[in-house]
């Protein structure tokens, strides 16, 4: 089937994504976002989350159908995001795809979260396809990744993650140290760039020396340490500048502090990220998760990659972030290259292996 019709369902976190997809064309991508809701608690809630979805899941794949104007019996395929993710919100998209697919009589594919924030530029209308090989970063609150491609479907290999916290966590975490609101990270950018206490000028990112968390020479050398992430000990750090201010009456910056702890979390990204494409002779890399929206990163990655003579690809950042476009794209990959569907006794996996791209 060349240009299969796939709707693509994904319920990692926090967001509700349908996406519909005809081959390579992407025809809608419909997302119902519960980040509001859990404002008050600082980060996601996960049983807040899975509420969030069994309200928002029907309504999204009636509202992606009426946009790409199809009817649900047009349907080729199902997708649906298998895992990694949080276990009740994986099940509430799993659930609903199954009972779809069951219902319509049409073949169902579980498939990987981290291959599917990949296979987007299959259907990314501002480029033509997916380069491999490729390195991918993935950066998102719930995953730090750093992953090598040959092939999205049967080629992906895991050189890297986070031994503790994501990112997108420790930027949480911090943020709620430095009395910013969540999500931490778009408000610790603007406390950098001095947004948020009326100065407008931007932090110093070198008042503050946060740790580079194992990229230090002997972390480097050491294979079981060169690409991996430590975070948790940035937000240790900031836990020591709040205390120390305030034990000794100092005055404390906030942008200071947001702007130190920003640029070493995107050094770290970046350090170990140019390592993997320089390791394994690749000279391509692209960028994903919703920690794609940090300005700073975007524009350290490229100023790196571009010393480095590697290309870099960043896709329109609705497609970076959690989506179902995602999920529909690599399911069409996957009929078009005639791989047969899931069996429908499959289970949302929290820990689902990168390498594990269909379950």
């Known amino acids: ?164 916290d994501a990112a997108g966590e420790a930027f949480d975490k911090t943020a709620r140290l430095l009395g910013l609101n969540y999500p931490g990270g778009p408000n610790i950018s603007k406390a950098a760039l001095g947004l948020l206490d009326g100065t407008g000028a931007p932090g110093d990112r070198n008042a503050v020396k946060f740790p580079r968390g194992l990229a230090k020479k002997q972390d480097l050398r050491d294979p079981e340490r060169r690409y991996n992430f430590s975070f948790s000990g940035l937000k240790t750090a900031a836990l020591r500048e709040v205390t120390k201010a305030e034990t000794l009456g100092a005055d404390l910056r906030v942008a200071d502090i947001a702007a130190g702890f920003e640029d070493a979390v995107v050094d770290v990204l970046v350090t170990k990220t140019l390592l993997a494409a320089a390791d394994t002779g690749i000279n391509h890399v692209v960028l994903g998760g919703g920690v794609a929206a940090n300005t700073h990163l975007r524009e350290v990655l490229a100023e790196r990659c571009a010393e480095a003579g590697v290309t870099l690809r960043v896709p329109p950042l609705k497609l970076c972030t959690d989506n179902g476009a995602m999920v529909a794209a690599l399911g069409a990959e996957l009929v078009s290259r005639g791989i047969g569907p899931s069996d429908l006794s499959f289970a949302a996996v929290s820990s689902l292996d990168v390498d594990h791209v269909l379950v």
Do not use: W
């Open 1 to 164: 089937m060349s240009e299969p019709l796939v709707l693509g369902i994904e319920s990692s976190c926090d967001e509700t994504g349908v996406g519909i997809v005809r081959g390579r064309k992407l025809l809608t991508n419909t997302v119902s976002s519960s980040m509001d809701e859990h404002v008050r608690f600082g980060g996601v809630v996960p049983e807040v989350a899975s509420r969030a979805h069994v309200q928002a899941i029907g309504p999204a794949i009636a509202s992606a159908c009426e946009t790409a104007e199809v009817e649900l019996s047009d349907i080729d395929a199902v997708a649906v995001t298998a895992g990694p993710g949080l276990s009740g919100a994986l099940m509430v998209g799993v659930g609903a795809a199954k009972g779809l697919a069951a219902a319509l009589n049409k073949p169902l594919y579980g498939v990987n979260h981290l291959a599917a924030h990949v296979a987007v530029d299959l259907v990314a209308e501002d480029i033509d396809g997916l380069t491999t090989p490729t390195i991918a970063l993935l950066v998102s609150g719930g995953h730090t990744e750093i992953l090598r491609i040959g092939d999205v479907v049967d080629d992906i290999e895991l050189l890297g993650a986070t031994i503790d």
